[in-house]
């Protein structure tokens, strides 16, 4: 990957806050083809996504909600506003992103 290649801090940053809007993305995707609506901001989406596990504990075995968290954490505060990964941590960020986002189009399908 080019953020690899180059190290650029800029480069790192930027691979991380898009992998972590594509978590929002399907996050909020299966919030609203479960009926539970479009989240507006991130707590709401905390909020929206509570209800939904409630109302689907499968979601909750398959960690629907400690995967989203770790990604939030990992990928947007570590990744994105402090630039503490380096390429190493991103690449395995992204793998795991494709996974959740891999479990999320199986429930939206």
Do not use: N
């Amino acid at each position: 990957m080019e953020f690899e290649e180059k190290r650029d801090p800029l480069l790192l940053r930027d691979a991380c806050e898009k992998a972590w809007l594509a978590v929002i993305l399907a996050t909020d995707l299966l919030l609203v083809r479960s009926g539970i609506g479009k989240p507006s901001s991130y707590k709401e989406r905390k909020d929206m996504l509570r209800t939904l596990i409630a109302k689907k504990p499968e979601l909750a075995e398959l960690g629907i909600d400690d995967k989203f968290y770790a990604r939030a954490y990992k990928l947007h505060i570590l990744g994105f506003h402090e630039g503490a990964l380096d390429p190493e941590d991103i690449e395995e960020e992204l793998k795991k992103t494709e996974e959740y986002l891999k479990i999320i189009e199986s429930l939206v399908k």
